[in-house]
């Protein structure tokens, strides 16, 4: 497994690199406001349709939680990707005992409420365009043994060109209300409707 | 209404600099092929939901009808960019009576079986997650005067990311036949039906 590195240099280097980048090839970008907890850690899940959405919620991170950016990523992505262990990220390798490493230390990120954790739980790129948003179960696990240490946070990820050349990202974010119920369709059943608002409110947008 | 001055040559120009510029924005763009009859003109319906769209259907045109192209405007937007009326625009004043006019220009150019022309449907800019199409009613007017053979092509166009961080853009077209027996409320359905496919099969879409 890999681990989040410390280096200053190299951290400069990368968080340069994504908001110059993020700023580039995006129109703008919209974030919902919501509370943050300052004694609770934050664990946010979010949808997953391309390499940008770490990004995004990286670049957004501080105007969402303002806690210390962690998230879990596929041990392929971060071997190709050497740099992403400088800003936060720890991997993953489905199919593998390495996993059980792996929740335990998102956990243990959790009991720091200095920190926050994104997690994609769908586990792989999917369509920016599906109805249906599909949890692996390594997230409940996280959150049952992390219970009460953090408040979870829903997020759903909508990019669309509308009248402008580049893309407008709409983030539509929201406090979980239930945190207490860690049960694994529950937390799917609440992620999708949140999930269904965002996508009902994204496309009532005309122009 | 301002009627189309096209230049062929400015306009084959163009085409190969939009060509150039969709090149280097986009990273895949794919379309199926359907059924072109010939000696027919072509009513081209893509969805309108970006800036590009005029620029898709002029790179589609010359990739795949080989037709002239023209393409509907609004008659504000035409007037702040006049260039466009040397490559096949004409416009549209949805406010005024002169639409009766564009319709039935569109309807004469249509009777010409080497032109194109593209009119947006929805007649606004609408969201690509936006799961209903709506059709103008202006579009059954422009059908129904057509003197001549003419095919009425609909076409989603979705983007998606995935592992790029450049777009890609995923064409899905639909031959709605011809001029001939022509009933707007079942093209209306068909469409929509159409759309309503497309966006439930883009989970499938190889990455």
């Known amino acids: ?207 | 209404m301002i009627p189309q001055r096209r230049v062929p040559i400015i306009q084959d120009m163009f085409q190969r600099y939009v060509t150039y510029r969709l090149r280097r924005t986009f990273n895949v763009m794919e379309f199926n092929k359907i059924d072109i009859k010939p000696n027919h003109s072509i009513l081209l319906l893509p969805n309108h939901f970006s800036w590009w769209d005029g620029f898709l259907a002029f790179w589609l045109e010359g990739k795949f009808f080989d037709r002239n192209f023209y393409i509907m405007m609004q008659e504000d937007h035409l007037q702040k960019r006049m260039f466009f009326n040397l490559t096949g625009g004409f416009s549209i004043n949805p406010q005024s009576k002169e639409m009766i006019t564009s319709l039935n220009y569109a309807s004469n150019l249509l009777s010409d079986p080497t032109n194109l022309v593209t009119i947006f449907p929805q007649g606004a800019l609408i969201s690509n997650h936006a799961e209903q199409i709506t059709v103008q009613p202006g579009i059954g007017h422009v059908i129904k005067k057509i003197k001549g053979d003419c095919q009425i092509v609909y076409y989603t166009v979705l983007v998606e990311y995935f592992e790029s961080l450049k777009p890609s853009l995923y064409f899905h077209l639909l031959d709605c036949g011809t001029n001939h027996g022509f009933n707007f409320e079942r093209m209306k359905e068909q469409i929509n039906t159409h759309h309503r496919t497309v966006l439930q099969n883009q989970i499938n879409v190889a990455h």
């Open chain 1, 1 to 207: 497994m890999i681990y989040p590195q410390q280096n200053r240099l190299k951290h400069w280097v990368l968080d340069t690199y994504v908001r110059w980048s993020v700023k580039r090839n995006f129109h703008h970008l919209k974030v919902d406001k919501v509370e943050v907890s300052p004694d609770k850690s934050v664990l946010l899940i979010a949808n997953h349709f391309s390499y940008w959405d770490g990004m995004i919620l990286y670049y957004l991170n501080q105007q969402i939680t303002g806690k210390k950016f962690h998230a879990m990523i596929l041990e392929e992505t971060a071997i190709k990707e050497p740099m992403l262990k400088y800003a936060g990220g720890f991997s993953v390798k489905k199919n593998s005992r390495d996993i059980l490493e792996s929740l335990r230390f998102a956990v243990e990120l959790l009991n720091d409420p200095q920190n926050m954790v994104l997690i994609f739980p769908q586990g792989k790129l999917y369509s920016n365009f599906i109805g249906e948003v599909t949890f692996e179960p390594g997230v409940s696990k996280i959150m049952q043994q992390a219970e009460g240490k953090f408040q979870l946070m829903l997020a759903a990820i909508f990019a669309e060109n509308f009248e402008h050349k580049k893309q407008v990202v709409n983030v539509y974010i929201s406090n979980d209300e239930q945190p207490g119920s860690t049960d694994a369709t529950a937390v799917q059943k609440r992620y999708q409707q949140h999930y269904d608002r965002a996508r009902a409110q994204q496309t009532k947008i005309v122009l």
